[in-house]
């Protein structure tokens, strides 16, 4: 993969090869897979049309395998957020494709999701009962942190944490109740930091409560978030902070920041099988309003 002529990232077929996933899931013993696109292939900073032209293909071939193995995959959209116009309809037109839900940045070009013109995407996906996937990208400060692999290492789960923050602070969980909202690895580091968030909304409402006078604690427990922590301690944490039913199973397959074996770190903590079984793949169904029946072999 390449941006402009720059080496960005190589890939394998399992990025692509629906044959070659069900192989690698079936030695890692994953029933299921949910497929979303690579972050770096959002493009919002493209022409609308050709965000849009590109949003299409991507969610056609993801389609197309859904459709090929229903039993093994979910689908989840990408849109040319870039144009909110265009990406409602694109929406649209997933649902209809059969995909359960989208996929968005952490941002839009540096622009934070609790925007008003983001609305209309979330009031979309409310009533057509999409889940939204939010992912880090474009991650702030990488240009000031380029060694180390620090924007992935520290810029994505700062950019989730902005994500929430910005989502909650901005009233969207208010004004969209029924959204669906999951976030990546954990929820960053939002869920480290809520003490902090929280006393900033206590000390400073001026700045803070200017459009939702609703304590940030309050919604704990009203999104999901994933599994991809890779600390049994932390992960314990998050499940206690958010709850067992808002936890699912995160794999960041097929990339080296995610886990070898899904679900491993799940299974070995000290936890009832009823509360596994919620976050091995209960707590997935529900975020995407799908039932397990569907995909009985």
């Not at 002529?5 to 690698?24: K, P, S, T």
């Not at 056609?60 to 989840?76: C, M, N, Q, S, T």
């Not at 989208?102 to 057509?128: H, K, M, R, T, W």
């Not at 999901?224 to 301690?233: F, M, N």
Request: hydrophobic share 40%; charged share 25%.
């Amino acid at each position: 993969m390449m941006k402009d002529d720059q080496f960005f990232r190589e890939i394998q077929d399992n990025c692509w090869d629906a044959e070659v996933r069900m192989n690698d899931c079936n030695h890692t013993h994953v029933d299921v897979q949910v497929l979303s696109t690579i972050p770096v292939m959002f493009n919002y900073w493209a022409k609308p049309k050709d965000g849009l032209d590109i949003s299409k293909f991507l969610n056609d071939h993801i389609a197309e395998v859904v459709e090929r193995y229903p039993k093994r995959f979910v689908g989840l959209g990408t849109l040319p957020l870039q144009s909110v116009d265009l990406a409602v309809t694109e929406m649209m037109r997933c649902k209809k494709l059969g995909l359960a839900g989208i996929e968005i940045g952490s941002n839009v070009n540096d622009i934070n999701l609790n925007e008003p013109q983001f609305f209309p995407i979330y009031q979309a996906a409310q009533e057509l009962d999409m889940a939204v996937f939010v992912h880090p990208w474009n991650m702030m400060g990488t240009k000031n942190m380029s060694k180390y692999w620090l924007p992935w290492l520290v810029g994505m789960p700062a950019e989730t944490n902005r994500a929430i923050c910005s989502l909650l602070f901005g009233g969207v969980f208010e004004k969209f109740p029924k959204v669906r909202f999951a976030f990546a690895h954990g929820g960053g580091s939002f869920p480290a930091n809520i003490g902090r968030i929280e006393q900033g909304f206590r000390v400073r409402p001026d700045l803070t409560a200017i459009d939702n006078e609703v304590n940030p604690r309050d919604y704990l427990g009203h999104f999901y978030v994933d599994s991809l922590i890779h600390d049994p301690k932390f992960l314990q944490y998050v499940i206690d902070l958010v709850g067992e039913d808002k936890v699912c199973v995160g794999s960041d397959y097929p990339f080296p920041l995610g886990e070898e074996y899904p679900g491993k770190e799940v299974e070995e903590l000290d936890l009832p099988k009823k509360s596994k079984d919620k976050i091995l793949y209960r707590n997935a169904l529900n975020w995407l309003n799908l039932d397990k029946k569907i995909f009985a072999k």
